[in-house]
């Protein structure tokens, strides 16, 4: 069956792993920015990174027919620098008319911190006047539902932002109703440790049905599979659930989400 | 709703959930035998366990949902106003 992964961090993979994808069926990924596993110095750090994800990795992903997409921000974990975040916010722009660009993410929070906030609210600002898609990272763990509320809340401040145009990632069993209720898309993160299974996933989706979900990998330089879906997939048929139903979570919700963004151009398997 | 019956997920799943409930408990027995075990007796992540495992022990459909919670900082309506 074929799938798109829309989060997975392809620049902490290797080539390898998009071949193994593509003979999953992965037809596309779309790659939100996000934390290196350090904190970057500089805006000139942020400005190679918005580079990579834009000019080389989609380069690199077509080599094995897998087509790209990105989402540009600073991450929460890096939005403590807040004079750091601004600047980063300020460049952006320069970057929201490549190809490939889906519009602004991985935004959100970490540890639910004043100064996380200020950075969402401020990425949100940037959506709203520049028209972008927004997809958004919720906290692990113990943070998560606290966060994800506070992420509705501040959300819900603001009128210019339409919920359908807003994806809620890496939601679990406590936090899928609160953004699915505010009208949201919402993704499932099927990692190992920290957030969701594959048959946790499929649970979810017997409870809350298959409308404006999506399932990713998440996949990144930890400890992850960027065949997840995959995994998924083969989850979903054990329990007997249809061709359709699945090829809708894992194919058709994406693609509907991503299709809102207008520079968004996808060629579909033959 | 589950495409598969009751009978069939039990039968599929059991093994697995034996096992789990084994790496439980060989986990909280590790931690009981190790040096220093008096001092985390009434670490609050013990207790949280103990709850947790009270959960599991009730029936219901959101037994993974109220895990969740347990498990949760407490969100205050009202924090941004």
């Not at chain 1, 993704?187 to 979900?213: F, N, Q, S, V, W």
């Not at chain 2, 103990?50 to 949902?65: C, F, N, S, V």
């Amino acid at each position: 069956m074929y799938f798109i992964d829309p989060h997975v961090h392809m620049v902490s993979r290797v080539t390898d792993d998009y071949e193994r994808m593509r003979r999953m069926g992965c037809v596309a990924v779309s790659e939100p920015a996000f934390w290196a596993g350090f904190d970057r110095g500089s805006v000139d750090g942020f400005r190679d990174y918005f580079r990579q994800l834009t000019e080389f990795e989609p380069t690199r992903a077509g080599w094995s027919g897998v087509q790209h997409y990105t989402w540009l921000c600073i991450n929460a974990k890096e939005a403590e620098n807040v004079e750091l975040s601004r600047g980063v916010i300020e460049m952006i722009p320069e970057f929201l008319n490549k190809p490939g660009v889906l519009g602004i993410g991985e935004i959100g929070l970490n540890k639910n911190t004043p100064n996380e906030c200020t950075i969402f609210r401020e990425h949100l600002e940037l959506a709203a006047k520049t028209n972008e898609l927004v997809l958004i990272h919720t906290p692990h763990l113990v943070d998560k539902y606290k966060g994800t509320r506070m992420i509705v809340d501040m959300l819900q401040e603001r009128n210019d932002i339409p919920p359908h145009r807003v994806l809620i990632d890496h939601v679990e069993e406590h936090t899928v109703k609160v953004a699915k209720d505010g009208g949201y898309w919402c993704a499932m993160t099927l990692y190992p440790t920290t957030k969701c299974t594959p048959a946790r996933a499929a649970d979810i989706i017997e409870r809350y049905g298959d409308d404006h979900i999506m399932v990713n990998s998440a996949g990144d330089w930890g400890p992850s599979n960027p065949c997840a879906v995959p995994d998924f997939i083969q989850e979903m048929r054990h329990r007997g659930h249809s061709e359709a139903k699945i090829r809708k979570i894992v194919y058709e919700n994406p693609l509907e989400f991503f299709r809102q963004c207008e520079r968004f151009e996808f060629t579909p398997p033959e | 709703m589950p495409a598969k019956t009751a009978d069939a997920i039990l039968d599929r799943h059991f093994l697995e959930l034996r096992c789990e409930i084994l790496n439980l408990a060989a986990a909280l027995d590790r931690i009981e035998r190790s040096v220093g075990f008096d001092g985390v007796r009434d670490d609050g992540r013990v207790e949280l366990l103990r709850q947790g495992i009270d959960i599991l022990r009730t029936g219901g459909t959101d037994r993974a949902e109220r895990v969740q919670m347990l498990f949760s900082d407490e969100y205050q309506a009202g924090w941004n106003q």
